[in-house]
T-cell receptor
Framework: AQSVAQPEDQVNVAEGNPLTVKCTYS??????LFWYVQYPNRGLQFLLK??????LVKGSYGFEAEFNKSQTSFHLKKPSALVSDSALYFC??????????FGAGTRLTVKP | NAGVTQTPKFQVLKTGQSMTLQCAQD?????MSWYRQDPGMGLRLIHY???????DQGEVPNGYNVSRSTTEDFPLRLLSAAPSQTSVYFC?????????????FGPGTRLTVT
């Protein structure tokens, strides 16, 4: 079965600095990769996805993610972090089936 | 559109009680799913449905039942609640069951079993 690893429980960055939230995956076929964000006491919101094509995917709120097949990674990035980006971020993977697997989540804190 | 709605927002049950968590979507989505979220474990899939009348088990189905009689509704039933079912439950939907479709999530139900 497919799986996702988010190696960092917590990421701290200063406002204005670039941020990266890491994700690696394991699937038997072609991966369908997703990033979601969760604000306190809310459901998950979709940020971006990789299906096929360009390895750099752009999404909502200035976020982007880079798909790297050789490293089986799909890291989330933003050039300049905002305090309002502080939240819990989840990477998810789906293969050709219906089962979407989520990582354990990374808590991003952006300090002023 | 209201999107994905869930009721109730909070619930406290005693061990052995049963209840139904409600989920509805007004986007005419084919695919609906239930997840539970536990600290440090991310979201785990309980059950899913690819259309009315069709359901299947996910990663952690034991202790839960589902049915899908209409496109809009996908209730989750706890038959005999256990403390291990204390969690936050999210319902989600996507346009199709295609692997590339993103899911839309409801606001969640926080369940405590004592």
């Amino acid at each position: 079965a497919q799986s996702v690893a988010q190696p960092e429980d917590q990421v701290n960055v200063a406002e204005g600095n670039p941020l990266t939230v890491k994700c690696t995956y394991s699937v038997s076929g072609n991966p369908y990769l997703f990033w979601y964000v969760q604000y306190p006491n809310r459901g998950l919101q979709f940020l971006l996805k990789y299906i096929t094509g360009d390895n750099l995917v752009k999404g909502s709120y200035g976020f982007e993610a880079e798909f790297n097949k050789s490293q089986t990674s799909f890291h989330l990035k933003k050039p300049s972090a905002l305090v309002s980006d502080s939240a819990l971020y989840f990477c998810a993977v789906r293969d050709a089936g219906n089962d979407m697997r989520f990582g354990a989540g990374t808590r991003l804190t952006v300090k002023p | 559109n209201a999107g994905v709605t869930q009721t109730p927002k909070f619930q406290v049950l005693k061990t052995g009680q049963s209840m139904t968590l409600q989920c509805a979507q007004d986007m005419n989505h084919e695919y609906m799913s239930w997840y539970r979220q536990d600290p440090g474990m991310g979201l785990r899939l309980i059950h899913y449905s690819v259309g009315a009348g069709i359901t299947d088990q996910g990663e952690v189905p034991n202790g839960y039942n589902v049915s899908r009689s209409t496109t809009e509704d996908f209730p989750l039933r706890l038959l005999s609640a256990a403390p291990s079912q204390t969690s936050v439950y999210f319902c989600a939907s996507s346009l199709t069951s295609g692997s590339g479709d993103e899911q839309y999530f409801g606001p969640g139900t926080r369940l405590t079993v004592t």
